[in-house]
């Protein structure tokens, strides 16, 4: 009775009851009287009815982009507009729907974990990477607060109501104190939060080494500039300086400066190392004839130093290659001889030796030198790192040549493996993919 007018539903209400008392009293007159009111207000109702429907049709295809179609009665132009309606919402609602799915797929393959939270602090609803981060089992973690998972004091200020609008921070991993997360939080309009965290450990490491990296070029070419320095002011300020000890002095000079193009030569050898791309050029390169370049370039030092230093001979090599720059893997190997050579006493032995092995050549350098602690042997190849740090200066290192060669051999497909007893000696093997096997009958 809603849709009816007000006069109208009043006029219905009566005829009904006057028609129904008029019926049981047996008054006849009076039931023709309730019957004539009825018709007269469904007459009323019927003409109301109309006129809105006839507005509502006008209404309809007066609008812009309407496709209702033109009936005799209102209610076709109703019909019309009303199958066109949800015909279009359904279609709005799976396209809609089709959206919310690639974003959802577009939000489960970010790298860092986003998560809605509400005024509370309570996981409402997050990204696999985000439950994986925060160490929540994505069935139970939603309603969990965010405190027992990202312990970070300042997350209870941001979730009172005083609190600011947005917090930056960060928290150690769940699981693993050694791994750090870094989060962003931020009040929405409507009460909740949007978190956003992602793993900073790698990031804090090479930040580290940066840091570690400047700080030790820094103190490299301290040393030797305050040398310089000092012994350039005694020159020029004492001329009546005796010609041995200017000698000396220049000498002296001489060999720092050596130490810093040394040192600027290895920082540029690293700098295009890293800078290039991973996999070396294929170039045949015989080893026979790489061996035989550094035995002639390191026996003359070996000698002065009292050492006897060892190569294969070149006929069982023959046929036998690597394939690579044999610029830098005769660095790499020569800088393997060389750290032998200056850590290896007098009358003792260093020996290069070639072996194959399934797939791989294994080079090795040894010798019967001072040895390495174990402790030290997984940081060798870091830059500027020294077992023995006075020992290493005297001699005339810079603490990059393992370094350098660590990077040649990646370069390459290869690898450097490191055995040391302390007191006997070491042996560093440059292992790189196998090319042409030799002859066996050469062997």
């Not at 050596?258 to 295009?272: A, F, H, I, N, P």
Request: hydrophobic share 40%; net charge negative.
């Amino acid at each position: 009775m809603g849709i009816l007018p007000p006069g109208a539903r009043w006029l219905l209400a009566a005829g009904v009851v006057i028609t129904a008392v008029a019926i049981l009293d047996g008054h006849w007159g009076w039931t023709t009287a309730g019957i004539a009111l009825f018709a007269v207000a469904s007459l009323w109702s019927g003409l109301w009815i109309r006129s809105r429907l006839n507005g509502l049709r006008r209404w309809l295809q007066s609008r812009e982009g309407t496709v209702a179609l033109r009936g005799e009665h209102a209610w076709d132009t109703l019909e019309s507009e009303l199958r066109y309606y949800f015909k279009h919402r359904d279609r709005h609602l799976r396209e809609t729907r089709r959206r919310l799915e690639q974003l959802e797929g577009l939000a489960q393959e970010l790298p860092v974990g986003v998560a809605l939270l509400d005024d509370g602090g309570r996981l409402l609803e997050a990204n696999q990477k985000a439950f994986e981060l925060l160490a929540m089992d994505p069935d139970q973690g939603r309603g969990q607060r965010l405190q027992g998972w990202l312990r970070e004091p300042g997350l209870a200020d941001l979730f009172a109501t005083s609190g600011p609008a947005i917090r930056r921070g960060s928290a150690p991993f769940h699981p693993d104190p050694a791994r750090t997360l870094a989060f962003t939080c931020t009040r929405k309009e409507d009460g909740t939060f949007l978190l956003v965290v992602e793993e900073i450990t790698e990031r804090l490491r090479l930040q580290k080494m940066r840091e570690d990296f400047v700080a030790n070029v820094s103190h490299e070419l301290r040393s030797p500039l305050t040398s310089l320095r000092g012994f350039a002011e005694t020159l020029i300020h004492d001329p009546e300086l005796p010609v041995e000890q200017r000698g000396e002095f220049l000498r002296i000079m001489d060999d720092q400066i050596q130490r810093m193009q040394s040192l600027v030569d290895d920082l540029l050898t690293l700098s295009r190392l890293e800078g290039r791309p991973q996999k070396a050029a294929e170039t045949p390169v015989a080893l026979d004839a790489l061996l035989a370049g550094l035995a002639d370039q390191y026996q003359g030092r070996a000698q002065e130093k009292g050492i006897a230093l060892e190569f294969p001979p070149a006929e069982p090599l023959a046929g036998l290659n690597v394939f690579g720059e044999a610029d830098a893997l005769g660095q790499a190997l020569g800088n393997l001889v060389d750290n032998a050579l200056k850590y290896t006493p007098e009358n003792g032995t260093v020996t290069v030796t070639v072996d194959t092995e399934p797939g791989q050549l294994a080079i090795r350098v040894r010798d019967t030198g001072i040895g390495i602690d174990p402790q030290h042997l997984p940081r060798l190849t870091e830059r500027f790192y020294r077992v023995d740090k006075g020992r290493s200066r005297s001699v005339g290192g810079t603490g990059l040549g393992l370094s350098i060669v660590k990077h040649i051999l990646a370069h390459h497909g290869g690898r450097l493996e490191v055995t040391s007893t302390p007191g006997e000696g070491s042996t560093f093997s440059a292992l790189l993919p196998a090319g042409s096997a030799p002859d066996p009958g050469a062997n």
